[in-house]
């Protein structure tokens, strides 16, 4: 029963898959730089990993903005999710399972009549605005930074070819561990009631029950990504990365970058620990990092290139993508409960925001799920 | 690993590539002193090693090309590498050429512009000698390829400039040649031209090539 509810998650993790591998090795598959079999295996692994690694300190974000706390409602949410991002992609409109699932959370609130914690909306929306230009930040300096390079090593055509195809294959697993480090929030968060109670261990390996639940909603992202991306990563990749290697390896390099900031609990330790505010851990749209990289490389390069439309759609996306997926969630959940007779929320518990702005997401702590008291 | 090993494989492979044009180059101008000072044997040796040079340099043409296909190396930029491979395939292609029309033909060229006419072919093979290093430079450092390419037009002008001078004297200036000699003197001098004309061609793919890669 409990994996039939799942399915949705597990869906919109096949299509998180299928969409997202291609910003990380759209590029290099499309240019045919890397084999689409080695992109799928690399990327497959190392979204795996990340999740069930660093996949809790998003999630624990998406968490305090609404406790979805009933399976059918994780259900609902987790599916109005899915069919926004279907709908979405099926139209060419900009789309992201991270806006999708936050706007999904809310409709859920709304119709429970559980308060959405504001604190944590406004974290995450300025999240959205922040990532792309973050991404555009790093892929400026680390552009920059490889220009001097290779121009000062005066490194010969081929043999860069070489360190590129290779450095695409490294910053590819990098930016695959980061997209499931951080979008698996997006994929498995709501249902983070479902997690096994016990632990698994594998000789010298232990997972909790959360990461068991990652490892199960990075297993469907995996599969997006080998039985579907490739012709997204040959075709939309492609058309997307109208770059060079050398800018195409930058930007997925920032890209990766900026996931990996929103979901490094280390990082936002160590930022905190010399006296700056810590990093909101927050899923962010894979597919915006990406294009605020591909804009400051415009940027750099004078601005000829950007594209005022793609720039439009972007933020139209930011507006649209979460409505969308509130209103189907609304009525996606009144139906659930209405038709299906199906229980949508806990009502013997009641959530309490969290008082504590702290962010403590320690591997496998499910601390954060007994924020919830007993009324 | 096996990348890495490829790669060496395919910049020794350019690197000899290279020096096999400019052997064709040397035997080019050797040829046409050879000629002209009527030393048959020496000419046909020339011929002779032009012929394997240029073999040679066709079987590392394709090799070259096999490589980038074989390993998807440089997918960016492997279309403009191989057009400027074959153009520089028919520099030695014209090389090669030259010779054997001047050993078929057997053109009787005037005492009086044997000294043009060896000039000729050192300036039109000059400018396919300043091309070289410009075609090994835009591998490691491209903005360097500009600053190198001006002496290949500048001996393409050059060229053209004494080709016309040439053609002059044979029309104008030299007297009791046939008109049919006039004619066939023209041609081996527009044979020789045309060298620096095709340095000049792969000069502007390199150009393009150089501030592609800048960009």
Do not use: C
């Not at chain 1, 770059?243 to 990996?260: G, I, K, P, Q, R």
């Not at chain 1, 962010?284 to 400051?296: D, E, F, K, R």
């Amino acid at each position: 029963m409990i994996l039939l509810f799942l399915s949705s998650g597990l869906f919109l993790g096949w299509s998180l898959g299928a969409n997202d591998a291609a910003n990380i090795f759209g590029s290099a598959v499309g240019t045919k730089m890397v084999k689409f079999r080695t992109a799928a295996i690399i990327a497959s692994i190392f979204v795996i990993m990340g999740a069930v690694i660093q996949g809790s300190g998003a999630a624990h974000t998406l968490g305090k903005l609404g406790q979805v706390n009933a399976l059918a409602g994780s259900f609902t949410v987790a599916l109005s999710a899915a069919i926004t991002v279907l709908f979405m992609t099926k139209y060419r409109l900009p789309v992201s399972t991270s806006q999708a699932i936050v706007g999904a959370i809310i409709g859920w609130n709304f119709y429970t009549g559980n308060p959405t914690d504001h604190n944590s909306l406004t974290k995450i929306v300025s999240t959205w605005i922040f990532a792309p230009i973050l991404g555009g930040i790093f892929a400026v300096i680390l552009y920059q930074l490889q220009k001097v390079v290779i121009e000062r090593s005066k490194i010969h055509l081929i043999k860069l070819d070489s360190f590129l195809r290779t450095g695409l294959l490294i910053v590819g697993a990098f930016g695959a561990y980061s997209l499931g480090a951080n979008n698996i929030a997006n994929v498995m968060g709501v249902f983070i009631d479902a997690a096994p109670t016990g632990d698994l261990t594998f000789g010298f390996l232990k997972l909790t029950g959360i990461q068991q639940l990652f490892l199960l909603g990075a297993s469907s992202i995996a599969i997006g990504i080998i039985t579907y991306s490739k012709k997204i990563m040959s075709t939309v990749g492609n058309k997307l990365f109208a770059l060079s290697t050398e800018a195409a390896l930058v930007v997925v390099l920032a890209h990766s970058l900026v996931l990996f900031v929103f979901s490094s609990q280390g990082l936002s330790d160590a930022v905190q620990s010399i006296g700056l505010p810590a990093i909101p851990l927050v899923p962010v749209s894979s597919s915006q990092a990406i294009i605020g990289a591909i804009l400051g490389i415009g940027l750099l390069k004078g601005g000829k290139e950007i594209k005022l439309d793609v720039m439009g759609g972007i933020a139209i996306g930011w507006i649209t993508t979460p409505i969308a997926a509130g209103v189907i969630t609304f009525f996606s959940l009144f139906f659930m409960e209405h038709v299906f007779v199906l229980q949508v929320q806990d009502t013997e518990t009641k959530i309490e925001l969290s008082q504590s702005n702290d962010i403590k997401t320690a591997q496998g702590d499910k601390d954060y799920k007994t924020v919830q008291a007993k009324n | 690993m096996a990348l890495f090993k490829s790669s060496k494989s395919v910049i020794r492979d350019i690197e000899e590539y290279i020096d096999k044009i400019d052997q064709g180059g040397l035997l080019f101008k050797k040829g046409i002193v050879d000629y002209l000072d009527e030393r048959e044997k020496s000419f046909q040796d020339v011929l002779l090693s032009i012929r394997k040079e240029e073999g040679k340099a066709d079987t590392l043409r394709r090799k070259i090309e096999n490589e980038l296909y074989l390993h998807s190396l440089l997918p960016e930029h492997r279309g403009d590498l191989m057009r400027l491979l074959e153009k520089m395939d028919d520099i030695m292609d014209l090389m090669k050429e030259n010779l054997y029309q001047f050993d078929v033909e057997e053109p009787t060229v005037p005492e009086e512009i044997h000294d043009d006419f060896k000039r000729l072919a050192d300036l039109s093979i000059s400018a396919v000698e300043e091309l070289l290093p410009a075609v090994r430079v835009y591998f490691t450092d491209p903005k360097a390829v500009k600053d190198r390419l001006h002496r290949v037009y500048f001996y393409e002008k050059e060229t053209d400039k004494l080709a016309l001078e040439i053609k002059r004297s044979i029309f104008k200036k030299i007297p009791n040649l046939r008109q049919s000699q006039k004619i066939h003197l023209r041609y081996f001098t527009l044979h020789i031209e045309n060298v620096s004309d095709a340095a000049e061609v792969v000069a502007d793919i390199l150009t393009i090539m150089a501030i592609k890669r800048i960009q």
